[in-house]
Nanobody
Framework: QVQLVESGGGLVQAGGSLRLSCAAS????????MGWFRQAPGKEREFVAA????????RYADSVKGRFTISRDNAKNTVYLQMNSLKSEDTAAYYC????????????????????WGHGTQVTVSS
């Protein structure tokens, strides 16, 4: 089992930046692809970004492409989400999730396919 703890959320002005971190427990972190998702009040949880087990493959939602960067450090059991040029519509609770996959090249965007979830960190962007 994997436990995930997000950090780094907060209040930021539009145009600003934040860096989210997600620390994972256990020794099997490198066997999981990792994803970031977000959920705004009254909306469904949506895909933001995902990264393969080794970090060689990434995927982004169109709404964040060019502004957000996902990365991971398997030695530190941590995945990051660098968020630049933040907009008010980025306001949401952000969750990291782990997806146990047999292949390193696969990155999935469907929340229901992920095995473990953190409790989330709030990001609020003021306009």
């Amino acid at each position: 089992q994997v436990q995930l703890v997000e950090s780094g959320g907060g209040l930021v002005q539009a145009g600003g930046s934040l860096r989210l971190s997600c620390a994972a427990s256990g020794r099997t972190f490198s066997t999981y692809a990792m994803g970031w998702f977000r959920q705004a009040p009254g909306k469904e949880r949506e895909f933001v970004a995902a990264i393969s087990r080794s970090g060689g493959s990434t995927r982004y939602a169109d709404s964040v492409k060019g502004r957000f960067t996902i990365s991971r450090d398997n030695a530190k059991n941590t995945v990051y989400l660098q968020m630049n040029s933040l907009k008010s519509e980025d306001t949401a609770a952000y969750y990291c999730a782990a997806d146990r996959l047999p292949l390193d090249t696969i990155v999935r965007i469907t929340p229901t396919l992920y095995d473990y979830w953190g409790h989330g960190t709030q990001v609020t962007v003021s306009s």
